[in-house]
């Protein structure tokens, strides 16, 4: 895959007195358009770019809901999906929380699902949400198109936190919606430009350079995770494991409680004590500054990233054994 040149132009000439393709760059711009191409192709839909995963988000609400309308959010979902649904729902916006391991429930207008979830590692049946009436949106930041192609199995859009995997280096904030039906994708491209949540063509190239190497990213990922996984497992320091089978993304409890996890996240030395996830260097941190009582206090989430695995698992396991 070759990555274009970087475009940053904001303004390109009119064509005959009439703007042609690329007029402002709000609107959108040859990089960006490069980029949506590319994950577009890997997902099987028409990608488009935001500023953020959030971005993309609360574009999805303001463009395909009503005040008055209700979301299914999948339970144990990314905490940030739902603080965000609070914020709207000063402007009518509802939503109930569901187990996206069964059945979504009746009268809602938008199913949300996250595979897998973060930072629970439920994956949801996507079956059963594609027999529900309701559009059906499924997060994979965690599982990538590599994993997962969500718009083959009956979702009508997918989203990622294209800052997390799909980038993979922690230098990116970035947001991305792709849609199964083309007149969705115009509806949500023309929103975007009404309202600027729009990605940089910095972060479209950047993006681009990701996906380039996102297959083999993710089979190391999942090769030092599935690992990982397994030794955490049957480590005395360690009361619960969880972790969907494939992609970088786990959390486990430590035993001893809230007081132990915390000796944990500040006792690694390679693994980076840190938010977020899906980058080259591995991070982890405990949830419940974050979350609050809905996460054990003792839960921590781990982003395996692309060390070598046993540099990896002796400074987990150091950090363990303190």
Not at 164 to 188: E, I, N, S
Request: hydrophobic content about 40%; aromatic content about 8%; glycine content about 10%.
């Amino acid at each position: 895959m070759t990555v274009p040149p970087l475009d940053r132009s904001t303004i390109w000439p009119y064509e005959d007195g009439e703007p042609g393709e690329y007029h402002y760059g709000r609107y959108r711009n040859p990089t960006q358009s490069a980029a949506e191409r590319a994950l577009g192709e890997l997902e099987g839909g028409e990608a488009l770019l935001f500023a953020s995963g959030a971005g993309a988000c609360t574009a999805v609400v303001l463009a395909f809901l009503q005040p008055g309308t209700t979301i299914a959010l999948a339970e144990g979902a990314y905490y940030g999906t739902s603080v965000l649904f609070r914020e709207l729902e000063t402007w009518g916006l509802r939503f109930v929380e569901f187990d996206q391991t069964g059945e979504p429930p009746d009268g809602v207008d938008l199913i949300w699902l996250e595979a897998p979830s973060n930072p629970f590692l439920t994956m949801p049946d996507l079956a059963a949400a594609a027999r529900h009436p309701a559009p059906v949106l499924v997060d994979a930041t965690a599982a990538t198109p590599v994993y997962l192609r969500a718009l083959e199995q009956g979702a009508d859009y997918v989203l990622h936190s294209a800052t997390k995997f799909l980038t993979g280096h922690h230098d990116v904030v970035l947001g991305a919606v792709v849609c199964r039906d083309p007149g969705d994708a115009q509806r949500l491209g023309d929103l975007r430009g009404r309202t600027g949540i729009i990605g940089s063509p910095e972060n479209a190239w950047l993006l681009q350079r990701g996906l380039a190497t996102l297959e083999v990213r993710m089979r190391r990922h999942t090769e030092n995770a599935v690992a990982i996984a397994k030794r955490l497992t049957g480590h005395d320091a360690v009361e619960h494991v969880r972790y969907p089978g494939f992609g970088g993304l786990l959390s486990f409890d430590v035993a001893g409680g809230a007081d132990a996890a915390r000796k944990v996240e500040t006792g690694t030395l390679r693994i980076l004590n840190a938010t977020s996830l899906g980058g080259a260097r591995s991070t982890l941190e405990t949830r419940r500054r974050w979350e609050g009582e809905r996460v054990p206090d003792n839960l921590v989430r781990l982003s395996v990233g692309l060390e070598p695995l046993e540099e990896l698992w002796d400074d987990l396991n150091r950090a363990l054994s303190r």
